[in-house]
């Protein structure tokens, strides 16, 4: 079974510290730094959710810039990493967007009936009840990627995909309304202090929570 990874940053839904429903502005710093870690880590895409059309624009203006010919030759890390990137409106898109691909990817390799399911796993620096471990995903994941390498040369191997996509929000974390989307919580990431509702310190930039994740659930 093929798994590949997907990141996804939301900017709606999102909560604020008084817990209303909002929608977040896209950082310029969000959009590079998360490329790089997407691309550094094996991601197939990485999706920007927001449905602000001046956001679109401004973001479409960035990625236009970084996206071009020009860029490649001149600075072709960032142009590779920034390829990566996926502006949308909805999460409905982002699904939609991997269920293409997911069967592009297929057909190509002679499966173009290939069953698509995606996991949705959502991150949070809250403590929530059920959330999958690290190395518990890891496992499943390094499972999955060596069945697969054995089988790669066959078309059946792709004949059920299961990507993984993992979410994260901005502001205060992501509103419980978008929670019927998601298959399985990822525990959060902790320093020595533990956790900031017990005393500790766990407020942590999204740019630097996709890094950690992402070395920990792939890195070597």
């Excluded at 817990?19 to 997407?38: C, F, K």
């Excluded at 590779?80 to 293409?100: C, G, H, P, T």
């Excluded at 994941?141 to 792709?158: R, T, W, Y």
């Amino acid at each position: 079974m093929y798994r590949p990874v997907y990141l996804v940053l939301l900017h709606h839904p999102i909560v604020n510290r008084k817990g209303e429903l909002v929608t977040t502005a896209v950082t310029n710093m969000d959009i590079h730094d998360i490329a790089r870690s997407a691309r550094t880590f094996g991601c197939r895409g990485y999706f920007i959710v927001t449905p602000i059309e001046a956001q679109h624009e401004l973001v479409g203006r960035i990625l236009g810039h970084w996206q071009a010919e020009q860029s490649k030759t001149y600075h072709p890390a960032r142009f590779e990493a920034l390829s990566l990137v996926k502006l949308v409106k909805d999460f409905e898109e982002v699904k939609d967007s991997i269920q293409r691909d997911c069967r592009a990817f297929a057909a190509e390799k002679g499966q173009p009936n290939a069953d698509v399911q995606l996991e949705v796993v959502l991150t949070d620096a809250r403590e929530l009840p059920g959330s999958v471990s690290y190395s518990t995903l890891r496992r499943e994941l390094e499972e999955a990627k060596a069945q697969f390498e054995v089988s790669e040369n066959d078309p059946g191997s792709l004949a059920m995909i299961k990507p993984l996509v993992v979410v994260f929000g901005t502001g205060w974390g992501v509103s419980s309304t978008f929670y019927p989307e998601v298959h399985r919580i990822l525990a959060p990431v902790y320093g020595p202090e533990g956790a900031q509702e017990k005393g500790g310190y766990n407020h942590l930039s999204v740019r630097s929570a996709v890094a950690i994740i992402f070395d920990r659930l792939f890195g070597h």
